[in-house]
């Protein structure tokens, strides 16, 4: 079964950057397309940003537009979160999902996808 897993979570100060990885766990995300969520504490689970598998095509959340950039290697084993220009209210657990939509770019809805990782942790201070 595909299992994503994530790394690349911590502290760090408003302004500043990190990178969120990730993987299969083993396998390739071939015909999966990927996403990131985020939820902060009493908050709802909200869409982040989608790699789709066929085109490569991107969506974002207006809230990170500009700030973030999702990417996926020519392997196919690994999607990336680059975060950039961190703010406080970035502050969340960090969650990977994959579906097995590998066409559509608009799937925003986390009930639309199907496998998910444990989550990483982002903490962004003032």
């Known amino acids: 079964q595909m299992q994503p897993v994530e790394s690349g979570g911590g502290l760090v100060q408003a302004g500043g950057s990190l990178r969120l990885s990730c993987a299969a766990a083993?396998?390739?995300?071939?015909?999966?397309?990927t996403g990131w969520f985020r939820q902060a504490p009493g908050k709802e689970r909200e869409f982040v940003a989608r790699?789709?598998?066929?085109?490569?095509?991107?969506a974002y959340a207006d809230s990170v537009k500009g700030r973030f950039t999702i990417s996926r290697n020519s392997a196919g084993n690994t999607v990336d979160l680059q975060m950039d220009s961190l703010k406080p209210e970035d502050t969340a657990v960090y969650y990977c999902?994959?579906?097995?939509?590998?066409?559509?770019?608009?799937?925003?809805?986390?009930?639309?996808?199907?496998?998910w990782g444990q989550g990483t942790q982002v903490t962004v201070s003032s």
């Open positions: 999902a994959a579906d097995r939509d590998g066409v559509t770019l608009g799937v925003t809805s986390k009930d639309e996808y199907d496998y």
């Open positions: 083993g396998r390739t995300f071939r015909g999966y397309s």
């Open positions: 790699i789709t598998w066929v085109a490569g095509n991107t």
